[in-house]
């Protein structure tokens, strides 16, 4: 299974390229929280040696996921919030302010497992070295497996509250022509990473008004990330072999 995020391209609806994109950061913890447990049992290094779905984890969640969020902080958030009815002060610890904050902690998590993961690569371990690594570092074992768990805690609890307190509101309050134009933008941005390549994720800028934004709670929806499809469609240091 190779996870990729949806391609802009196949979009008119922005908003439902953000749905579709969350199906995949889902499938992604998916993995993870399979390949912890295989970890758990015979050790990290051991099941890195053995599973080759762990590289796919690690460029997912080191790579696409940024995308995916610098995506809601640049194209979705500015736009909702410039929708939503101001009421009385603008808060800072709105919804829009606290999830932007959430993309920071998470990238923070993953760090300690891109540590450990890119140790193993630089050794490339033989396969005694593997079997023995379990017993040898089984306290930095169950850090990491405790790291990985709790970011895939972090990853769904955030999921759920952006489908529930800004994309049912999206849904709500955007006209099909501002979704379109949102994932016009998008498509533009992609188009022009073909050419510049990836950039770094960016800090997101807390002080900017266009999140400043009050998410009114009236128009929250029962509904996840398995809404119909549309047609259109930190920590140990790691260890040492």
């Known amino acids: 299974m190779i996870m990729t995020l949806p391609d802009p391209q196949n979009y008119s609806n ?16 998916a993995l993870l929280d399979e390949l912890l447990s295989d970890a758990e049992k015979q050790g990290v290094f051991q099941s890195f040696g053995l599973r080759p779905e762990w590289k796919e984890v690690f460029d997912f969640f080191e790579k696409s996921a940024p995308r995916h969020e610098r995506d809601e902080d640049e194209f979705l958030f500015p736009v909702v919030a410039s929708r939503v009815p101001h009421m009385g002060f603008q808060q800072p610890d709105s919804t829009i302010r606290f999830l932007m904050e959430g993309h920071e902690v998470m990238m923070r998590k993953i760090e300690p497992l891109v540590r450990d993961w890119q140790q193993f690569l630089s050794r490339s371990p033989d396969a005694p070295a593997l ?106 240091e790691g260890y040492l072999l």
């Open 131 to 236: 079997a023995s690594a379990h017993a040898a570092h089984a306290v930095e074992d169950a850090q990491f497996i405790a790291n990985g768990k709790e970011l895939i805690k972090l990853y769904r609890e955030h999921v759920e509250i952006e489908e529930t307190r800004v994309y049912a509101v999206a849904e709500k309050v955007l006209s099909g022509e501002e979704k379109l134009a949102m994932i016009d933008r998008i498509r533009e941005a992609y188009d022009n990473e073909e050419i510049t390549g990836f950039f770094t994720f960016d800090t997101p800028q807390f002080t900017d008004p266009r999140y400043n934004a009050i998410i009114s709670t009236d128009a929250i929806s029962e509904k996840g990330v398995d809404a119909e499809d549309e047609s259109e469609d930190e920590e140990e």
């Open 14 to 29: 922005g908003v439902r390229f953000f749905h579709d994109s969350h199906k995949v950061v889902l499938q992604a913890c």
